[in-house]
């Protein structure tokens, strides 16, 4: 279902598995966002985290590394 923008419109129940290093790596390699922002990675992150959960989807951040202790929650 598309919205008056043109966007997805997702119902409250979808989620999303996000891969952040391709996000990363978009900003870093573009040269608008590298003019435009002191901290290109972080803009685009924090305004597509804030649009998509702003619009009820859930996200899941996937990164590549080392598996990492689990913290609490």
Known sequence: VNNNRGHQDFNSTATLAVD?????CES???QAMKENH???ALHLVMTRTV????SGVKLIFV???KRRVR???
Request: proline fraction near 5%.
């Open 51 to 54: 649009k998509l959960l702003s």
């Open 20 to 24: 952040l290093s391709i996000w990363i």
């Open 38 to 40: 002191t901290s290109p």
């Open 63 to 65: 990164i590549e590394g």
């Open 28 to 30: 870093l390699t573009s």
């Open 71 to 73: 913290m609490g929650r």
